[in-house]
Nanobody, 119 residues
Framework: QVQLVESGGGLVQAGGSLRLSCAAS????????MGWHRQAPGKQRELVAT???????YYIDSVKGRFTISRDNAKNTVYLQMNSLKPEDTAVYFC?????????????WGQGTQVTVSS
């Protein structure tokens, strides 16, 4: 199916910023929603933000006002701008791209990129 390549993770101090990118390639099927999820050590993976095909966005409460999800359909890329980072944002971040195929929605996942926020 579609291949997703993530970039932009790294180590930052609390209050700093990072911009994650996820570029999709290898599929001719229509891309629906795109999103970002994260998984911290010892915790389950959680949805962070999503953007629908029509541009509607959703964020979990803990990142509202700090994170911004966006998409560039011409480049098949989804971004996550992360500002005012906190240590609790430390996690592996995974992008998700949903495609319409065979009358269903299929989720494709990136390899994950590490985000570490120091105090």
């Amino acid at each position: 199916q579609v291949q997703l390549v993530e970039s932009g993770g790294g180590l930052v101090q609390a209050g700093g910023s990072l911009r994650l990118s996820c570029a999709a390639s290898g599929s001719t099927f229509s891309i629906d929603a795109m999103g970002w999820h994260r998984q911290a050590p010892g915790k389950q993976r959680e949805l962070v933000a999503t953007v629908t095909s029509t541009g509607n966005t959703y964020y979990i409460d803990s990142v509202k006002g700090r994170f911004t999800i966006s998409r560039d359909n011409a480049k098949n890329t989804v971004y996550l701008q992360m500002n005012s980072l906190k240590p609790e944002d430390t996690a592996v971040y995974f992008c998700r791209v949903d495609l319409s195929k065979y009358g269903s929605i299929w989720s494709n996942w990136g390899q994950g990129t590490q985000v570490t926020v120091s105090s």
